[in-house]
């Protein structure tokens, strides 16, 4: 039993740096291209394999935009608004964090307020 469970915590500690590394590639796009060039004059063919990475697009909000996470940088719901000098926020709606902006988002998911530099 104690082999088990010592077995268990060192597949845990090995495993655990390969998950955390996981959301990192999953921000970004990663696509593989293969061109092919027929060259005539000598009869060889190219063949040419490269991988194309593509980081997501973020963007400045202004009020009244709809509000896709997958855009916003640094993402993350903020709970603890006072320590930002934020005012408490409506019924239905919550503080985001985007780059080092503070986003008020309504319930339908648009931009209500947006204050800039509120981080840091």
Request: glycine residues 6%; proline residues 4%; hydrophobic residues 35%.
């Amino acid at each position: 039993m104690k082999t088990f469970i010592l077995s268990a915590l060192a597949a845990t500690l090995v495993a655990s740096p390969l998950l955390a590394a996981a959301p990192a590639e999953a921000q970004q796009q990663r696509r593989e291209v293969t061109t092919v060039r027929h060259n005539d004059n000598n009869g060889r063919t190219v063949v040419t394999k490269r991988t194309v990475v593509r980081t997501p697009q973020y963007r400045n909000w202004r009020a009244g935009q709809r509000f896709d996470r997958r855009q916003a940088q640094n993402y993350r719901v903020i709970t603890t608004y006072r320590n930002y000098r934020l005012a408490a926020p409506p019924r239905g709606s919550q503080w985001v964090r985007s780059g080092n902006d503070a986003l008020l988002i309504n319930g339908r998911g648009n931009v209500v307020q947006v204050r800039g530099g509120a981080f840091r």
